[in-house]
């Protein structure tokens, strides 16, 4: 079974790596930098302000907690566990995948540090501002699929990587935003 799921995933992989041109080759390779976020990050913090006032720090410090888990747990409990190859470092397929830039990342991908903590950061902006902003989760939910997805299309990971990536940012995340909820009810009415 295990196999089967991985000759599938395989097989994805390599359809959607083998969809590139010079043009998103560019884009997806900017797409994956975190630091090219850091004015939608900044957006967050202004919103935290915006809503929490002199409280904002206390949502702002549960949100870095929820990104340092997600980092911390999709190297330490996963990463180093399964000690999965990425697609650029498997030697079977090597020759097939295709690569931007030179750049393969470390030994092991599974599951992606990038969709983790991109879906930590979305999840918990969503739970923050599901009542506030009408289409929120949609624009969250679009930013990680497109992060997620430059991850494959970069040839470093495999969908199952952003999937179980994604999956786990959004279970932290939503345990980090309950937590919160449960220690700070009157913040987030």
């Excluded at 990104?67 to 020759?95: Q, T, Y």
């Excluded at 979305?122 to 009408?134: D, Q, S, T």
């Excluded at 430059?150 to 345990?175: C, N, Q, T, W």
Aim: proline share 4%; with cysteine; net charge positive.
């Amino acid at each position: 079974m295990l196999e089967q799921l991985n000759h599938i995933d395989t097989e994805i992989f390599l359809f959607l790596n083998g969809r590139h041109n010079s043009f998103f080759d560019n884009v997806m390779y900017w797409v994956s930098i975190p630091a090219i976020w850091v004015p939608l990050y900044l957006f967050f913090i202004y919103l935290f302000y915006r809503f929490f006032k002199t409280k904002f720090w206390i949502p702002l410090l549960v949100l870095a907690a929820t990104v340092g888990l997600a980092d911390w747990i999709s190297v330490h409990a996963f990463k180093e566990v399964f000690m999965r190859l990425r697609p650029c470092h498997n030697p079977e397929l090597r020759d097939l995948v295709h690569i931007v830039r030179d750049h393969c990342g470390g030994e092991y991908g599974f599951v992606s540090s990038h969709a983790a903590n991109t879906f930590a950061v979305a999840g918990f902006m969503f739970w923050v501002l599901k009542e506030r902003f009408r289409y929120a989760g949609f624009l969250l939910l679009f930013w990680g699929i497109l992060v997620g997805y430059s991850r494959i299309y970069l040839g470093v990971h495999y969908p199952g990587d952003v999937l179980g990536g994604a999956l786990l940012g959004i279970v932290i995340s939503s345990g980090t935003y309950f937590m919160l909820r449960r220690f700070y009810p009157s913040l987030l009415q």
